[in-house]
């Protein structure tokens, strides 16, 4: 499926408008703080992005990104201005015309920002330790709707718990199913390019990213997909999509549940952008000034990461009350669509 998904984004997809469904493109409200940023990537740049999400998290101001699957750059052009001129910014994508795009406006971007931190390189994700990437150098990985297109997904997992620091973060977008979708589903051309054949039924992703090392994946926000056009529809037959955003850490000691050691955790609303609470995944939503209680796992996710600045932190692991309140299996995703948006809404 590799020279399918070269060639549908490298010859057959022009531009964001040639995208025969909305799973490939991001239906996030974009915060305000980030439209200047936006505002200042090339017009072509931005006119040939297929993402599904937004892969910004918060503090990335000095950290060094890597940006998977990186297109035509947009993201990682957002991120250059993010991480600043103290940070680096390295985009690896297998399409040339993609890369193309994305190298021909470099100049432009290091004019606009008036600093140069950005590099990008031709490869592919399940190979990462073919290319100059030293191990455990990345404080932070991105990837926006690319995973569902790699035919080795447990390859990418590994070779990002790699290339992490200690503490360091995959942050990433991408589409599920609800469940293991036929061969019919995988192997269709359309389909797979437009991001859907090749989603993971999300217990699988979990069981992947487990066995890759990052032992407790955090969910920070997912909406239902609809695929409108009819002969798209009746191939998927009862399957449901969603588009997801997931955090995971790079830490050693997380435990595969959620374990009571009577610990919480108090903000201090010094994060720019969320000075009253933060929203750390879709379960921690954290007020400033509150003592939080959380789990061992959420404990250690603050505590040795860069957002251990931003908290104090009340107790240890001396003690142990059971599983944490709250820890399930259950389908994840949201299954109807929140009154803020639609499903299957156009790009931004």
Request: proline share 6%; glycine share 10%.
């Amino acid at each position: 499926m590799q020279e399918v998904v070269q060639a549908y984004y490298g010859q057959e997809l022009q531009g964001t408008a040639d995208l025969k469904t909305s799973a490939c493109c991001d239906a996030d409200a974009v915060p305000g703080w980030l439209k200047p940023l936006l505002a200042r990537v090339h017009p072509e740049v931005s006119s040939r992005y297929y993402g599904c999400g937004l892969v910004c998290p918060p503090l990335l101001e000095g950290c060094r990104v890597l940006d998977l699957g990186s297109g035509s750059g947009r993201d990682v052009y957002l991120l250059s201005q993010l991480v600043g001129e103290r940070g680096e910014v390295v985009g690896v994508d297998m399409t040339p015309e993609q890369l193309a795009v994305a190298k021909a406006h470099l100049s432009f971007h290091s004019d606009q920002f008036g600093f140069a931190n950005v590099r990008f390189l031709e490869g592919q994700i399940e190979q990462l330790e073919q290319l100059d990437l030293k191990p455990g150098s990345f404080d932070v990985i991105v990837s926006n709707c690319v995973l569902n297109l790699s035919t080795d997904k447990p390859a990418v997992l590994r070779g990002v718990q790699r290339l992490l620091k200690p503490g360091g973060e995959f942050y990433f977008s991408d589409v599920y199913a609800d469940r293991r979708l036929p061969e019919s589903v995988q192997t269709h051309p359309v389909l797979y390019g437009e991001c859907l054949g090749g989603a993971l039924y999300w217990n699988d992703f979990l069981r992947i990213a487990r066995a890759a090392g990052f032992c407790d994946p955090r969910l920070v926000s997912d909406r239902p997909l609809e695929i409108t056009q009819p002969e798209l529809a009746s191939l998927v037959g009862e399957a449901r999509f969603f588009s997801a955003t997931y955090r995971l850490f790079n830490i050693s000691e997380l435990e595969d549940a959620c374990e009571d050691h009577g610990q919480a955790v108090i903000y201090r609303g010094s994060i720019p952008q969320a000075p009253t609470r933060l929203v750390f995944d879709k379960h921690h939503s954290i007020e400033a000034g509150r003592v939080f209680p959380v789990c061992g796992n959420t404990y250690r996710m603050l505590q040795q990461t860069r957002f251990a600045p931003h908290f104090e932190f009340i107790g240890g692991f001396d003690r142990h009350y059971g599983l944490f309140e709250g820890c399930g299996s259950a389908l994840p995703f949201d299954q109807t669509v929140s009154s803020e948006g639609t499903a299957g809404a156009p790009c931004c």
